[in-house]
């Protein structure tokens, strides 16, 4: 029997694949080097771009809760936790990354009008980030604002986007007291919850409370840094 022509042309048509030369392993490791090398390299060059920026907004962002906590004082300095005490002046070779702080304001004559004191806690869906403004003197909170939740939209979320819960805690006397709505008593420490969101409520009155148990002696006994 005679060979069909046409598998006899197919057959001369197709690639010789046992005939390819094998890529050495050597070359498929340079290239896959190659290739993570250019990657990483991308990764520096977006990070170096995008940190200073990223670190920017959060300054402006912080600037301007510290503004809104402590009623706009004329200015403010960051006051770092050295050795027990409270300080405007970095110890030399310490990273003020290292360093608990809080923030004191001043008004226009020079005189200290509250501190700015960050805390976070976990709340119902997340930690609840906050910067709230105190005033030793009186033992008062001067203003509340929430910085970062995951809390529940609608609910939760109402620790941010309510502006009369927020209000709540403007002039509220330290320990802070979380009532119910329709079980407030009129006393001066009490703060009425979010009906639906007690959990996330009470975790912000629950920061301030143990930021202030924190920091408390401490704030009470500073009286302020000369102006430089």
Sequence with gaps: MSEDPDIRN?????????????????????????????????????FQWAQPRILAYQAEVLRQAIQEVLAGPARYETLFLVNGSLTNQLPPGVDSLDLERVYLGYDDSGEPVGFAIAGAEPGFQDIIRLLFGYDPDTGRILGMKVLENKETPGLGDKIEKDSVFVGRFEGVLVPLLGVKSGRVTGNEHEVVMITGATISSRTVIEIINNQIEHWGSLLNGFAGEPAQ
């Design 10 to 46: 197919s057959a001369k048509a197709a690639p010789d694949v046992l005939g390819q030369p094998e890529v050495p392993s050597s070359r498929l490791i340079a290239t896959l080097g190659m290739a993570g090398a250019l990657a990483g390299l991308l990764l520096v060059f977006v």
